[in-house]
């Protein structure tokens, strides 16, 4: 498919004069639709501006290449707009915008975008040709430039094929991340970048909280030449059966893509075998890297109930705080409180039944990771009997994984039993020797231990006061910085939320706040030193005010990544400090997430603000006196 042959004059406009980068991509749709192309322009236009928060396709060099795949879309069609005079499009560059392409193509076309954008790509390497295009006079100059420059491309790529026929390189991916909000796509578009710098051609579908986005065919792993899974979470993996593959953290996903490119091409990358059902992804990947990612799945489920549940509960106490007084309360009374005025009382009752899901589900995925869907029974099981006795999240997290050995265990050992009868395992022998072995096992072990020591733990958390609080505050708070949504920031997270399951919320307000300080003091850093930081870095700083207010810490790792050693310490420090603060001030929060959202449910809501600022201006005041001038 040739590019010329995807433009026509009316889907072209030439030097406009446009405000911003908004204006310009709705322009472009506009000439998109004269194509009569489109049959669902809300559709295709949501999907081309959900792939621009995504990232920026402001490639640099004064271009810019939006695009989106919509089932509003009948056949491939580009647009094209000049703009002498440039726009800001928070190019990856930081230079203004003048040339446009506008690339649709239908939903189902996975291979078109890919081979649209690569043809693209290939033209626009040469800054001449960008310059012959953004200087022409009409419309009929632009198409007999693109036709020029097309030939010259397709003559070249048929005299280097002459001698090779081999395909071009496919590589697909699959990114994912507990809480599926960030990591996951920030992992994916770095591949992306990254494959196409390379001139490979790539697609990486996306596990994040809104489900699998871009699910990769059949045809497209038939077809790749290699796999990378970057995920924290269980990815369906059969599929990949007999192709070469790399296993990784989707952290390695953000940072080291062009490591993963050439790993997965290599000689070393090993082979995978469906059939032997999560093994031999985990031959090469350490002990800490499986717990972890078992984990993650368990934590990954839950929190959709946690989130939900724990909001409505807290909302259910600011309704009675609003309703009645605490003085005039009877001890009964204050027992319920969070149920006196009726409307609280049906937000307490939704809420406590959403939360009551939380163990069961942590203990169930758990163990599904571990030993696929026959795992989940026991796990569910094991998870109900932790909620419903003493043992608690800690009684939870030990179920999951010992429900998942158990399971995988009576795998192993079914696995020789006759054909005639290897039906009944995942319906009778799996459930009902899962069940009873890990209820047993709960009722006579987890439970009197595991029990005894939660109910210590509590204790000693409830127990705490003074200087005591204020330093297990400020290391919550610290470890949210640490790795900002690593393992560090999930570890201390996972043990806020399961404090409020136990009753201690000043736990859950320091954790919470210690995510939110880094993206905000970065924000902050790029409007007082500006000297400190690209014009890239200033443009997309204030945007990290709303990330960091969301409580979604991840905004700042684009610039952990590029300066480590002063940007994380830097962020710890604030972290610390805020979550030390809000322990000192004895603030609470019974919401496990909404970061500004929540702060009316917060317990001593004007001092959690407080701590909140003068973390983010200790972090922004350190990063302005560590980092370097950028010349």
């Not at 559709?43 to 640099?60: I, P, S």
């Not at 392409?101 to 790509?121: G, R, T």
């Amino acid at each position: 498919m040739r590019i010329i042959d995807l433009l026509s004059e009316e889907s072209i406009e030439i030097g406009v004069s446009l405000e911003n980068k908004r204006e310009t991509i709705i322009r472009a749709v506009d000439l998109m639709e004269k194509t009569g192309v489109i049959t669902d322009r809300e559709d295709y236009e949501r999907k081309v501006f959900q792939r621009e928060e995504e990232g920026t396709t402001g490639v640099g060099d004064f271009v810019a290449i939006p695009h989106g795949r919509s089932s509003g879309v009948e056949r491939p069609q580009l647009a094209a707009l000049t703009i002498p005079a440039g726009v800001d499009y928070e190019s990856l560059d930081g230079e203004d915008v003048k040339l446009l392409f506008l690339i649709a193509v239908p939903d189902n076309d996975s291979q078109v975008h890919l081979d649209i954008l690569s043809k693209l790509s290939q033209m626009l390497m040469h800054p001449e040709f960008i310059e012959k295009l953004i200087k022409a006079k009409t419309k009929g100059e632009f198409l007999s430039i693109i036709d020029s420059e097309e030939s010259k491309v397709d003559e070249s790529e048929i005299e280097s094929n002459k001698n090779d026929e081999s395909k071009k390189i496919r590589i697909v991916a699959v990114t994912g991340c507990p809480t599926g909000i960030a990591h996951t796509y920030m992992a994916a578009e770095a591949l992306n970048k990254k494959a196409e710098e390379l001139g490979y051609d790539i697609k990486v579908e996306t596990r994040g909280s809104g489900g699998a986005k871009n699910v990769l065919s059949s045809d497209e792993i038939e077809m790749a030449d290699g796999v990378i899974v970057a995920s924290d979470t269980q990815v369906p993996m059969d599929r990949f059966d007999g192709k070469k593959i790399v296993i990784t953290q989707v952290s390695d996903g953000i940072s080291k893509p062009e490591q993963l490119i050439e790993k997965v091409l290599s000689d070393s990358a090993r082979i995978y075998k469906g059939e032997n059902k999560g093994e031999s992804e985990m031959e090469k990947v350490s002990n800490t890297q499986q717990i972890y990612k078992f984990l993650m799945n368990g934590v990954s489920h839950m929190l959709p109930f946690v989130v939900g549940g724990g909001i409505l509960i807290a909302l259910s106490f600011l309704i009675d705080g609003f309703s009645v007084d605490m003085n005039s309360l009877s001890e009964v009374e204050r027992a319920g409180f969070g149920s006196i005025n009726p409307i609280a009382a049906k937000f307490n009752q939704i809420g406590g039944v959403a939360f009551g899901f939380m163990l069961p589900i942590l203990a169930g995925y758990i163990s599904m990771a571990i030993a696929d869907r026959p795992g989940l029974a026991a796990g569910f099981v094991g998870g109900a009997i932790a909620a419903s006795g003493t043992s608690g999240f800690l009684g939870a997290l030990a179920a999951g994984f010992l429900a998942g050995y158990i399971v995988k265990l009576l795998i192993k050992s079914t696995e020789n039993i006759p054909k005639s009868i290897d039906g009944i395992r995942p319906i009778l022998i799996y459930p009902l020797l899962g069940i009873l072995l890990m209820g047993l096992a709960m009722l006579f072990i987890i439970e009197p231990i595991v029990g005894q020591i939660n109910i210590g733990l509590n204790s000693w958390l409830s127990s705490l006061s003074g200087t005591s609080s204020v330093l297990l505050g400020a290391i919550l708070g610290g470890m949210m910085a640490i790795d900002m949504g690593g393992p560090f920031n999930k570890a201390a997270y996972v043990f806020g939320t399961a404090q409020i399951a136990a009753g201690n919320y000043n736990i859950m307000a320091s954790v919470m706040i210690g995510g939110m300080v880094p993206p905000c003091a970065i924000a902050l850093a790029t409007i007082l030193f500006k000297n400190k930081f690209t014009l890239q870095e200033r443009k997309s700083g204030p945007v990290n005010f709303i990330m960091g207010l969301s409580f979604i810490t991840e905004g700042a790792i684009p610039f952990a990544a590029a300066d480590p050693i002063k940007v994380i310490p830097s962020c710890i420090v604030g972290s610390a400090l805020a979550g030390g603060l809000s322990a000192l001030f004895g603030c609470t929060l019974m919401a496990p997430h909404g970061g500004i959202f929540v702060f009316p449910v917060v317990g001593n809501a004007l001092m959690y603000l407080v701590s909140l600022a003068l973390g983010t201006v200790a972090s922004a005041i350190l990063l302005g006196a560590l980092k370097k001038k950028v010349e």
